[in-house]
């Protein structure tokens, strides 16, 4: 059974930085992209970062200030997103995402940027 467990959000002041992670558990045939998505309150699920066939993607709000990494340890894969200069309109849920012959989803963790 597959599970991805988002760890890492929380309350930063606006100008901080947080490192969000995302352990994926189980097997996942085919992966061709793994990313991160957020909800803001009263807004649609969009896409923040993916790396998909080697490359890497990020939305036009990013600029520049998020980066997205892989790593493989063991046969378990960990998604990273460092987020810095974390601004108010940040404040999201945050949604960890596997694709392989399916879309896997984690359950989201908070993020909240405020002072």
């Known amino acids: 059974q597959v599970q991805l467990t988002e760890s890492g959000g929380g309350l930063v002041q606006p100008g901080g930085s947080l490192r969000l992670s995302c352990g994926v558990f189980g097997t996942i045939f085919s992966i061709n992209a793994m990313g991160w998505h957020r909800q803001a309150p009263g807004k649609e699920r969009e896409l923040v970062a993916v790396?998909?066939?080697?490359?890497?993607?990020?939305a036009d709000f990013v600029r520049g200030r998020f980066s997205i990494s892989i790593s493989r340890d063991s046969g378990l894969n960990t998604v990273y997103l460092q987020m810095n200069s974390l601004e108010p309109e940040d404040t999201a849920v945050y949604y960890c995402?596997?694709?392989?012959?399916?879309?896997?989803w984690g359950k989201g963790i908070q993020v909240t940027v405020s002072s």
């Open positions: 995402y596997v694709r392989g012959y399916m879309d896997y």
């Open positions: 790396i998909t066939g080697g490359t890497t993607n990020y």
